[in-house]
């Protein structure tokens, strides 16, 4: 089996007229931590979007997990293995924070009641939140949600998780909650790419990061070189932005 | 599917203010019309007593066809409803034509279509057939000289022509669940099919409700198209009472006066339904 557990090559996507992505490569290792980084609409989401087959590419090829992102039954292979977090948590507002967590463990996973509610309760507990098990997405906030949304996805047991702008719906004070529980992860050797610019996150938790520009990836470098050293102009002008 | 059972109401605990007897004016107006409808009974049986005994069996086929209808049309639009948002182009196209089509053509026209022509029509198609190809004269000959019971015609017309309006009502519904919903159930490795049935309809029929509510009174009332074609609801057998007695007046100011009882009562359970479900958010 390859070392790297995603593979992207030569991924092109277009909407319409816009070009989302022009020709992106990328390999993610085993247990690596990858932060996508780059200015609005350059296409990070839908890089990070294709990984799962939430959009299809037009052009290149992506493997999960030494599995090719081709045929239908893949897609759902794939999904079950590859995590997602949303800036928006979409959490399901019927259910339950544990109604939540259990929902794909019971009619994917196939696992029995008590199973998936053992896992949803150890993984609340792991998110910091085991009293919220009954409590509705609505009563809970932004910070909370979002944990949830994680415990969710890693009930799934994933290989990969993906974090769309985790933190940017949520208000300051909260955006630590989150990132403390994505660097929990990244330590325990979850693979994850994280779509961010939470400098912070990055140093701490990054081997590599990854800028991208219209469509394209422009520098990939561990974050020490890219953030104090760019070896780009777009680079350079996207930092001093970002960093102020 | 497993049979997983997703919790379909959220008990989320009300801060509705205290039921102080607040003025309702249906109660006000279902005394009046219950009260009027006993006053002339009682009071002047005959002939409203009598009227009241002769529609009796009417009003039971108009419930009877009002409810299996309905039943039948929340499968057609569901059905509808997810065609009209399907990506395949066939499937899509397919269920934009019927909307169009059945929402093109007046309820009593499709209603006298299918018990009267649509008979025809099918004895052609079989005659067809079997001169055709003679070896399918056996199931061909299946098609020719159907005869349609009155009430399983007119269960028939309703279920088309409501289940077209309905399938907007449910593509509505469906469509104003945001996108995220979906994605985060496909992303789980949930298949399109399980995100709908445990996601995305538990949802959407809290803004279905409403619109499908209506439509039960809308049908309740259009169900008296159906004296056209030969079914012995509540508004044939008041023409029936009409035309042996010539009492204009007192058959139709009853006939009008259960038909008003009914729908308050119907758009009374909608609306008891829609509150209970919109407990919690
Ligand atoms: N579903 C879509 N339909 C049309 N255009 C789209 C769609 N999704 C993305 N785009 C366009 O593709 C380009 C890349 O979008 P993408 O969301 O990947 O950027 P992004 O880097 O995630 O930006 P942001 O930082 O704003 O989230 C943008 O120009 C965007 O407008
Ligand atoms: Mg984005």
Redesign the interface.
């Known amino acids: 089996m390859e070392n790297d557990i995603i593979i992207i090559e030569d991924a092109h996507k277009s909407f319409g007229r816009v070009k989302a992505l022009t020709g992106v490569s990328l390999r993610v290792g085993r247990g690596e931590v990858v932060v996508i980084v780059g200015p609005s609409g350059s296409g990070k989401s839908t890089l990070l979007r294709s990984i ?1 087959h ?1 959009e299809t590419l037009d052009r290149g090829r992506i493997v999960v997990d030494g599995i090719p992102l081709t045929q239908a039954e893949n897609i ?2 794939v ?2 293995e ?3 977090v ?1 800036q ?1 948590f ?7 924070v544990v ?1 939540n967590i259990l ?2 463990q ?3 996973r ?1 696992r029995t009641a008590a199973e998936a509610e053992k896992i949803a309760h150890e993984l609340l507990e792991k998110v910091g939140i085991p009293e919220k098990a009954d409590s ?1 997405p ?2 809970l906030s932004g910070g909370q949600q979002q944990r949830v ?1 994680i415990a ?2 890693l009930a ?1 047991q994933p290989k990969v998780m993906l974090f769309d702008e985790p933190t940017s719906a949520l208000d300051p004070e909260m955006i630590k909650e989150v990132l403390d529980v994505m660097l929990d992860l990244a330590r325990d050797g979850m693979t994850m790419v994280v779509v961010s610019h939470e400098m912070g996150f990055a140093r701490a938790a990054a081997r590599r990061i990854v800028f991208m520009d219209e469509g394209r990836i422009v520098e990939v470098g561990p974050p020490e070189s890219v953030f104090t050293n760019p070896r780009h102009e777009r680079t350079k002008l996207f930092l001093s932005r970002i960093l102020r | 599917m497993p049979d997983y059972e997703a919790p379909q109401t959220i008990p989320k605990p009300t801060t509705e203010p205290g039921r102080i007897a607040r003025f309702d004016p249906w109660w006000l107006l279902v005394f009046g019309v219950v009260g009027l409808l006993a006053i002339l009974i009682a009071g002047k049986p005959d002939p409203f007593r009598r009227i009241a005994v002769f529609v009796t069996d009417g009003i039971w086929v108009t419930i009877r066809i009002t409810i299996v209808s309905f039943v039948l049309i929340l499968i057609a639009g569901l059905i509808g409803g997810l065609g009209r948002i399907a990506k395949n182009p066939l499937i899509h196209g397919a269920a934009s034509l019927y909307v169009e089509i059945v929402r093109g053509v007046p309820l009593l026209v499709q209603l006298i279509f299918i018990y009267y022509a649509a008979p025809q029509l099918l004895t052609a198609i079989g005659e067809g057939i079997a001169s055709a190809i003679p070896a399918l004269a056996g199931p061909a000959g299946l098609l020719i000289g159907i005869q349609l019971d009155p009430f399983v015609a007119a269960v028939f017309g309703f279920t088309i022509c409501y289940g077209a309006y309905m399938s907007e009502i449910y593509r509505a519904g469906i469509q104003s669940i945001p996108k995220g919903q979906m994605e985060a159930a496909r992303s789980l490795g949930m298949s399109y099919t399980q995100s709908m049935r445990y996601v995305i309809l538990p949802q959407a029929v809290r803004v279905i409700l409403p619109p499908v509510g209506n439509e039960f009174v809308a049908l309740l009332k259009d169900s008296s198209l159906v004296s056209a074609v030969a079914v012995a609801d509540l508004t044939r057998r008041g023409r029936e009472f009409m035309s042996t007695t010539l009492l204009s007046l007192e058959t139709w100011t009853l006939v009008a006066l259960i038909y008003l009882v009914m729908t308050l009562f119907s758009s009374r359970v909608v609306s008891y339904i829609e509150r209970k479900m919109s407990v919690g958010k």
């Open positions: 799962n939430l759902n292979r999904r079950a590859v995590g997602m949303f928006q979409n959490l399901f507002p019927h259910l339950t109604g929902l794909a019971r009619i994917v196939r509705y609505s009563q949304a969710r996805a799934m």
